[in-house]
Every structure is written in structure tokens, then in C-alpha cells.
């Protein structure tokens, strides 16, 4: 068993203050030794919204959301890309994941660049499908994006039985377009039967709705 690594904190400030100081200066060192553990694998999967409702400036936000989340995938992670409509359909890889480095990064960004929006939406079934891709990393850190403007046409049944199915999955955070079509800091809101571990995080006031 690889013994735990330890750390030393030593604190370095001048004790000759003179009177009425009121702030203190230090330096702090942080010494680490022993061995590190293993890197944790790590799954990001990058789900955008292609609907009809997306059209125009909010699918070329998305797209250049998308592309700027693949660039910081690190190398050696694993990812994926999925358009969402009426059903989820993978956009890179056509089906699994793939390991990032400077090709699939550029390949997935070469997809992401062709989507289109067109369709109804059915957040539930682009869920659905992320979890079936993170199922297959059980002992990775499994997280999602969800970029949206959140008129989701599905049933609220069939999108809380979706939600439902996630949950201890993977976390998702979700950013959301206004109607007016650009992406605001409105505020953080959180809700515990959203999140896919659970915690979902999104740039709007209230969830994505579900019927129109």
C-alpha cells in the first residue's frame, strides 16, 4: 500500500512590530513529501442544445462555448461531444469516448463547427444518453456541460424519470440563453433533484421548463 503523502507548513513573519500596526505580513511554506497518488481519471462531456429555439446567434454561442470547453479538456482525459434535438445523437466520437490530446480536440471542434439547429427538444433523452457514456467510466470524475436555452418540449414526467436515472452519475453544470438570445448572469440556483450527483449549476434564475 503506497503510504500517504504528508505536508509541513512553516509561517515566516517579522515579530518586532511597532506600536499601533495593525497589519501583519507572512510568508507561508507549504512542504509536501512522500508519494502522490495516482492521477484520477477524468470524463467531461459537452452536451449542446440543437433545436429549432437555438437558432441564429444563440447556436453560434453554443458553438463557440463548445469549442472553447474542448480546448481545456487536459490531455489524457476522456471526452465527448452531444447534440441535442428531439433525440441525442453523438457529434465526436460517433459513439464512446475518446482521449484528448491535440487530433481529437481539433476533430471534435471540426463536428462541433457543422452543427446546426433544427428540431424539438427533449432535455431528458440528451441526459439519458450521457449517462450511458459516463456509466462506462464508473472510477472517473464524471462531469457534463449543458449549454441551452431551456424550452424543453418533453413531458415533466419523462423528464423527471430522465433526471431521476442520473442522479449519482455524473455532476452537470448547465448554462442557459435568455429568450434575448445571449447568456446572463442572472444568478446561480441549484436544485437538488437536477443534478446528475447532485448538484446542477446553471447562469439562469429557474430551470430549464419542461412542456411548452
Keep these: 500500500m503506497t503510504p500517504a503523502p ?10 518586532y512590530l511597532a506600536v499601533g500596526t495593525t497589519r501583519v505580513d507572512a510568508v507561508v511554506t507549504v512542504t509536501g513529501s512522500g508519494s502522490a497518488a495516482p492521477p484520477v481519471d477524468a470524463l467531461e462531456i459537452v452536451i449542446v442544445d440543437c433545436s429549432g429555439s437555438m437558432g441564429g446567434a444563440k447556436m453560434r454561442h453554443a458553438q463557440q462555448a463548445t469549442i472553447a470547453a474542448i480546448a481545456e479538456v487536459r490531455d489524457g482525459a476522456s471526452f465527448a ?13 460517433a459513439a464512446g469516448t475518446v482521449r484528448a490530446d491535440t487530433r481529437t480536440r481539433a476533430a471534435a471542434t471540426a463536428q462541433v463547427q457543422r452543427l446546426r439547429a433544427d428540431g424539438a427538444t427533449a432535455i431528458g433523452a440528451w441526459l439519458r444518453l450521457a449517462r450511458r457514456i459516463a456509466d462506462a467510466h464508473p472510477g ?26 442520473c442522479v449519482g452519475t455524473f455532476v452537470c453544470d448547465c ?26 449549476r446553471s447562469r439562469r434564475t429557474s430551470p430549464p421548463t419542461s412542456g411548452r
Excluded at 504528508?6 to 515579530?15: K, M
Excluded at 446572463?184 to 446528475?196: E, L
Design 81 to 93: 461531444v452531444i447534440a441535442g434535438t428531439g433525440t441525442a445523437q453523438q457529434v465526436y466520437p
Design 6 to 15: 504528508e505536508f509541513a507548513v512553516e509561517v515566516d513573519l517579522n515579530p
Design 175 to 200: 448554462r442557459a440563453w435568455a429568450r434575448t438570445g445571449v447568456s446572463t448572469s442572472c444568478g446561480r440556483w441549484r436544485r437538488r433533484c437536477w443534478a446528475a450527483s447532485t448538484s446542477w
Design 140 to 165: 472517473a470524475v464524471r462531469h457534463a456541460i449543458l449549454l441551452t436555452d431551456g424550452q424543453n418540449g418533453e413531458k415533466p414526467r419523462v423528464f423527471q424519470d430522465a433526471v431521476a436515472e
